[in-house]
Nanobody, 125 residues
């Protein structure tokens, strides 16, 4: 069984930065693609970014391109989301997820098999 635990969320002013972490247990992350999604109150869970199992390919939602960076440290079994120049519209619960199947569309929620419990990010204006 895989467990994913997010951390690093909090309250930050617009223009500020946060780094989220997603630590995994139960599986070695190095062979799996990982993604981050977010869900604002009353809205669906939306794709933010993903990184392929090899780390070679990364994908970003248009709304975060140039501001967010996904990375992975396989030695620590952890995936990171560095968020910069945060905006109030980035406020949401952020979830990390693991995809077992290679070649799946990492922008789709149903490509992922395991999810963390989420961490709240609040950006004040």
């Amino acid at each position: 069984q895989v467990q994913l635990v997010e951390s690093g969320g909090g309250l930050v002013q617009a223009g500020g930065s946060l780094r989220l972490s997603c630590a995994a247990s139960g599986r070695t992350l190095r062979t799996y693609s990982m993604g981050w999604f977010r869900q604002a109150p009353g809205k669906e869970r939306d794709f933010v970014t993903a990184i392929s199992w090899s780390g070679v390919s990364t994908y970003y939602a248009d709304s975060v391109k140039g501001r967010f960076t996904i990375s992975r440290d396989n030695a620590k079994n952890t995936v990171y989301l560095q968020m910069s120049n945060l905006k109030p519209e980035d406020t949401a619960v952020y979830f990390c997820a693991l995809a077992i199947s290679r070649g799946s569309d990492l922008r789709r929620r149903d490509s992922y098999n395991y999810w963390g419990q989420g961490t709240q990010v609040t950006v004040s204006s």
